[in-house]
């Protein structure tokens, strides 16, 4: 999985927050601070807030879900995400699903963890390689979460990395969907104290999960013994 350039220093400073202000995967508390969502529906800018924009919106779980709605129903939903106060995003009463701002003030919805930060048995910082230019962080899951990620993966990636996918991706923009090429489900967004850090799509079923990002080895390290004490 791999993410656009610009988003890679947004990352790495917003990891490193959460790090230094969460008690990481080791308990019961904190662990939720470091979430990975499926994306639901392509996600929207918002332009304009208004109160309460979900109120009686049926708001779907999954991206099957979002398909069954009428179409006038889907372009209330894009409305809704668009009407988000980013400052204080919504919360879905009844359900898993998550309304979450980017650093960009681009909407998504999103749906039940597929892991969170308890998950995560053993965070390793990633050296420079050939083939990669920066750090990056490594992270080994529960044989659980692992377990949920491989299914999941399996079901929801590109099978072709073709035009826009051959290099980076990092957001649902072009358009996803179940009638595109590529489906929302195919990228999950990594969510940070609550704000959506990365979006990548996946290209491969996995178990283990890397994050790329702007870092450096003194960051990096730093990230992976917070997320893994």
């Known amino acids: 999985m791999h993410?656009?350039?610009?988003?890679?220093?947004l990352a790495a400073a917003a990891l490193a927050l959460s790090a230094c202000t969460s008690s990481g995967s080791g308990g019961s508390r904190g662990g939720d601070w470091f979430q990975a969502r499926p994306l639901i529906m392509p996600g929207q800018h918002a332009t304009a807030v208004r109160a309460d924009p979900f109120r009686s919106l049926r708001v779907p779980?999954?991206?099957?879900?979002?398909?069954?709605?009428?179409?006038r129903e889907q372009a209330q939903l894009a409305d809704a995400l668009r009407a988000v106060d980013c400052a204080h995003p919504p919360r879905l009463a009844g359900t898993a699903d998550r309304v979450v701002c980017d650093t960009d003030s681009d909407v998504l919805l999103l749906g039940a963890p597929i892991f969170t930060g308890n998950d995560v048995t053993r965070a390793e910082p990633l050296p420079p390689?050939?083939?990669?230019?920066?750090?990056?962080?490594?992270l080994s899951l529960t044989e659980t979460a692992a377990d949920t990620m491989y299914r999941w993966t399996s079901r929801y990636h590109v099978m072709r990395q073709t035009g826009v996918f051959t290099d980076v991706q990092m957001s649902s923009k072009p358009p996803c969907g179940l009638a595109m090429l590529t489906q929302c489900s195919d990228f999950t967004a990594y969510l940070s104290n609550g704000v959506v850090v990365s979006v990548p799509v996946t290209f491969s079923a996995v178990r283990t999960v890397v994050v790329d990002g702007d870092f450096n080895e003194k960051l990096v390290t730093r990230l992976a013994d917070k997320i893994a004490r």
Do not use: C, D, N, Q
């Open 3 to 9: 993410v656009r350039a610009r988003w890679l220093a």
């Open 61 to 71: 779980a999954t991206e099957y879900g979002y398909y069954r709605l009428s179409r």
């Open 129 to 138: 390689s050939e083939s990669v230019a920066g750090w990056r962080l490594s």
